[in-house]
């Protein structure tokens, strides 16, 4: 299997289990909440991962800043995409923006900066005329 990351990526998963709904629950104040969480496991997928740090919380940041910063993933509003192109050039933009642009305060640096790809923080127009 080729991976573009090489030995350079690790990856895990932590699965959880939830208990089973009761049919015919009446609760509709819960109807967008998952069900209580029993246990979780954690699954090495690929490289060589810190135990410790296989968590949830990574991604669910993320999956946070893509709603926020972009509302065609947040469902119910009026930027909600319906067309695939338009969501392909925003998610582009989104991303851009994130690694290029965005000084992060976790460690002070755009991550792009972090990693060796930009020696500054980029400006919008720089981000626009990149190609």
Same mark, same amino acid.
């Given at each position: 299997? &080729?991976?573009? &990351? $090489?030995?350079?990526?690790?990856?895990?998963?932590?699965?959880?289990?939830?208990?089973?709904?009761?049919?015919?629950?009446?609760?509709?104040?819960?109807?967008?909440?998952?069900?209580?969480?029993?246990?979780?496991?954690?699954?090495?997928? &690929?490289?060589?991962?810190?135990?410790?740090?296989?968590?949830?919380?990574?991604?669910?940041?993320?999956?946070?800043?893509?709603?926020?910063?972009?509302?065609?993933?947040?469902?119910?509003?009026?930027?909600?995409?319906?067309?695939?192109?338009?969501?392909?050039?925003?998610?582009?933009?989104?991303?851009?923006?994130?690694?290029?642009?965005?000084?992060?305060?976790?460690?002070?640096?755009?991550?792009? $900066?972090?990693?060796?790809?930009?020696?500054?923080?980029?400006?919008? $127009?720089?981000?626009?005329?990149?190609?």
């Amino acid at each position: 299997m &080729f991976f573009t &990351f $090489q030995d350079g990526a690790h990856y895990s998963q932590l699965v959880k289990q939830y208990a089973a709904k009761i049919d015919g629950e009446k609760n509709y104040h819960r109807r967008y909440s998952p069900s209580h969480c029993i246990g979780a496991r954690k699954v090495i997928r &690929f490289g060589n991962p810190d135990p410790d740090r296989i968590s949830t919380s990574y991604v669910e940041r993320t999956n946070l800043s893509v709603r926020l910063f972009n509302r065609r993933f947040t469902r119910l509003t009026l930027g909600y995409s319906k067309k695939l192109a338009n969501l392909k050039h925003s998610v582009a933009l989104f991303i851009a923006h994130f690694n290029f642009c965005r000084k992060h305060s976790a460690h002070g640096q755009t991550p792009a $900066q972090a990693c060796g790809l930009a020696n500054h923080q980029w400006t919008i $127009q720089e981000l626009l005329t990149a190609i």
